[in-house]
């Protein structure tokens, strides 16, 4: 069976850094668009960073220059790099791993950005 599984979330200081990943299993990850989303308590689910088989990259504008995505074919994980982590970046992160017309998503880890 598919399977997202998340790590590297945690409790970190304003200014802090933190790499999320996300380890595949179930899918031939290299054809698979990736994904992290978080969702914040009373907000919507919002795309923070994809990035294609191809490995074009995008972000969410409240992200830029401080996230980074990245993947790793051979070990079928991929991440996101954390830096200069504000307030409002506290959330639940999810993993999703996408190609059409199947969807999938991890079970999601918190990341608390708090003094």
């Known amino acids: 069976q598919v399977q997202l599984v998340e790590s590297g979330g945690g409790l970190v200081q304003p200014g802090g850094s933190l790499r999320l990943s996300c380890a595949a299993s179930?899918?031939?990850?290299?054809?698979?668009?990736m994904g992290w989303y978080r969702q914040a308590p009373g907000k919507q689910r919002e795309l923070v960073a994809g990035?294609?088989?191809?490995?074009?990259?995008n972000y969410a504008n409240s992200v830029k220059g401080r996230f980074t995505i990245s993947r790793d074919n051979a070990k079928k994980t991929v991440y996101l790099q954390m830096n200069s982590l504000k307030f409002e970046d506290t959330a639940i992160y999810y993993c999703?791993?996408?190609?059409?017309?199947?969807?999938?998503w991890g079970q999601g880890i918190q990341v608390t950005v708090s003094s």
């Open positions: 990035i294609t088989s191809g490995g074009v990259t």
């Open positions: 999703n791993a996408k190609r059409s017309p199947w969807n999938y």
């Open positions: 179930g899918i031939i990850f290299s054809s698979y668009d």
